[in-house]
């Protein structure tokens, strides 16, 4: 057995079980938390995480069989299936965090109106709007063919099988305005975005300390070591505002960066792609499936302290049950031994 193969083996199951637990313990967080339901952004996060557990539960399995078996898995039907949803929910990610970018530019920018200008209902309104979008080119891509198994990948996806097929014009057109407007328009929303956010941030950091050690100059003479203290905290602010963008940022690109070149590199008749780097590729998409709950949401303080919660009521009906089931015994012990103390 091929050890390259192997490894991509492993490493698609290793990325389905986390993406699949992960995913799931940010829907349970959406479910059984008020708080993090009445939040805007909870509607994209809900959203974008309920993509990525269809993404673990049926592109990645086929994916993995496909490296199995080196063929087309589970019939014409399936296959096509497959392929639609690869594209629908590939477009319906990229997105949604270009979605999620967007509320947080105006959550910082314009914090005055943001309860105003981003409602559920605007909000609500803004998935529909990917929905749509992501259905568009997955039906276009359906009712003209072009979903199929491709081996370069070993997946089901947007495909031509014939490459000197007479409607290779119209996918090549198709593929370039597809990739354009999910990948770039995502991209350039994303820098935009968190560039502007990362601007306005740092411009209120420095206002806030400016005014705090001038409050902190008129109350008292204000020692060496504190100012110092107080730069090097807005020194730390500043880098974890950066760390931040750059993470929200360096994954998107990461992960769908070399897929999508060389999707359009294929294109290229005088191009042919290597099978293992097309594999590749296609984990690093699918491990953003994996990422996303912790980038997002779980390492986020709303999020930990819904799982605290729902891993607190769990406890406290373990051990309700466990003393409902244990007392009677220990009331026929206590009777018991008032009888023997009686008899006595």
Same mark, same amino acid.
């Given at each position: 057995m091929n050890?390259?193969? #192997?490894?991509?083996?492993?490493?698609? $199951?290793?990325?389905? @079980?986390?993406?699949?637990?992960?995913? *799931?313990?940010?829907?349970?967080? /959406?479910?059984?938390?008020?708080?993090? %339901?009445?939040? $805007?952004? =909870?509607? /994209?996060i809900m959203n974008l995480s309920f993509c990525n557990i269809l993404i673990s539960v049926l592109n990645m399995p086929s994916t993995l069989v496909g490296?199995?078996?080196?063929?087309?898995?589970? =019939? &014409?039907? /399936?296959?096509?299936? $497959?392929?639609?949803? &690869?594209?629908? #929910?590939?477009?319906?990610?990229? *997105?949604?965090?270009? @979605?999620?970018s967007i509320d947080r530019w105006i959550a910082v920018v314009f914090p005055?109106?943001?309860?105003?200008?981003?409602?559920?209902?605007?909000a609500a309104?803004? $998935?529909?709007? +990917?929905?749509? !979008?992501?259905? =568009?080119?997955?039906?276009?891509? #359906?009712?003209l063919s072009w979903l199929d198994y491709s081996q370069v990948y070993a997946s089901c996806t947007l495909h031509l099988g014939d490459p000197h097929n007479e409607g290779r014009g119209g996918f090549v057109v198709f593929t370039a305005v597809f990739h354009g407007c999910t990948f770039a328009l995502s991209l350039f929303i994303l820098c935009f975005a968190y560039l502007k956010v990362l601007q306005?941030?740092?411009? !209120?950091?420095? %206002?806030? &300390?400016?005014?705090? +050690?001038?409050?902190?100059?008129?109350?008292v003479d204000i020692h060496p070591s504190v100012k110092q203290r107080c730069l090097l905290e807005q020194k730390k602010r500043r880098q974890r505002a950066i760390k931040k963008i750059c993470i929200f940022i360096g994954s998107f690109v990461l992960c769908f960066a070399p897929y999508v070149i060389t999707r359009l590199a294929e294109l290229a008749l005088s191009v042919k792609i290597n099978c293992s780097w097309g594999i590749i590729s296609k984990c690093l998409v699918y491990s953003k499936a994996a990422s996303d709950p912790f980038v997002y949401s779980l390492l986020r303080q709303q999020y930990k302290k819904a799982l605290f919660e729902v891993c607190n009521r769990v406890l406290r009906r373990n051990s309700y049950s466990l003393s409902g089931h244990s007392s009677p015994s220990g009331m026929e012990n206590e009777s018991y031994t008032h009888k023997e103390l009686t008899s006595c």
């Open positions: 050890l390259l193969n #192997l490894f991509l083996e492993l490493l698609i $199951v290793l990325i389905a @079980a986390v993406s699949l637990v992960a995913n *799931l313990l940010v829907l349970l967080c /959406f479910t059984c938390s008020a708080q993090v %339901r009445a939040q $805007v952004p =909870g509607i /994209f490296i199995v078996k080196w063929e087309k898995p589970f =019939g &014409d039907l /399936f296959c096509s299936t $497959v392929s639609f949803m &690869d594209t629908f #929910l590939t477009t319906n990610t990229m *997105l949604s965090m270009a @979605a999620l005055l109106t943001y309860p105003s200008k981003m409602r559920l209902k605007n309104l803004m $998935v529909s709007y +990917v929905w749509l !979008h992501s259905l =568009g080119f997955s039906l276009t891509a #359906l009712l306005v941030a740092r411009f !209120h950091c420095k %206002r806030i &300390d400016i005014i705090t +050690v001038q409050t902190l100059l008129l109350i």
